[in-house]
């Protein structure tokens, strides 16, 4: 069965304490791998698409990268407008799937 | 250029009733896709349109169930409400069918309550 689990949960960061948001996943033939920035009150919003191992992709502070089974939000300096939930995403396989989501990390980061 | 609009943002029902949920999308696509997140599932699929045609359907009930107009804008129903419906439904448009190549692009959502 085709799985996207993302790790931590949750994560508490001072600003400027860098780190990685991790996202694993169990999809035969992956045809994409997306993130997703979610703030509260509001619908996910597309950062981007990683398509083959090896791949990276910058934004601001965040850089995602991938591999044959997992993929990393990292995260440069951040600061509070940071803040949010932290969503990946994959093609699923199997029939009645379209993206297939992980439960996201939320991450927190105090001034 | 307007994003996602969905409406209404918030709404609470009574068991049993029935609600329906509306969505314009991004001007230029043509592919409508609604999603369902709540807290202990996160974010699962609905149903997806294109051209006015359903092309995908998640796991849900037969309570469940949409449409697209000639526009591109699209409506899901949900009859016979339970309380465990209650979520927060998204809506996404993209410029052609499927998610391998083209990302979601999501509304803010409409809230529903079931009481």
């Known amino acids: 069965e085709d799985q996207v689990t993302q790790s931590p949960e949750a994560l508490r960061l001072q600003e400027g304490e860098s780190s990685s948001l991790n996202c694993s996943y169990t999809v035969s033939g992956l045809r994409g791998l997306f993130w997703y920035r979610q703030d509260p009150g509001k619908g996910p919003e597309f950062l981007f698409t990683?398509?083959?191992a090896g791949e990276e992709k910058e934004k601001e502070r965040l850089k995602a990268t991938l591999t044959k089974k997992e993929s990393f939000l990292h995260i440069t300096a951040p600061k509070p407008e940071d803040s949010a939930t932290y969503l990946c995403?994959?093609?699923?396989?199997?029939?009645?799937?379209?993206?297939?989501f992980g439960k996201g990390t939320t991450l927190s980061v105090s001034s | 250029k307007a994003g996602v609009t969905q409406t209404p943002r918030y709404l609470i029902k009574t068991r049993g009733q029935q609600v329906t949920l509306s969505c314009s999308p991004i001007?230029?696509?043509?592919?409508v896709s609604w999603y369902q997140q709540t807290p202990g599932q996160g974010l699962q699929f609905l149903f997806e349109?294109?051209?006015?045609?359903?092309?995908n359907k998640g796991n849900f009930p037969g309570r469940f169930s949409g449409r697209q107009f000639s526009n591109s804008r699209s409506e899901m129903n949900v009859s016979t409400l339970e309380l465990g419906d209650s979520a927060l439904y998204l809506c996404a448009s993209s410029l052609v069918v499927g998610t391998d190549n083209s990302p979601l692009h999501f509304g803010n959502g409409t809230r529903l309550t079931v009481t």
């Open positions: 995403a994959a093609p699923g396989n199997q029939a009645g799937t379209a993206l297939i």
């Open positions: 001007s230029g696509h043509r592919s």
């Open positions: 990683l398509y083959s």
């Open positions: 349109y294109f051209s006015e045609t359903q092309r």
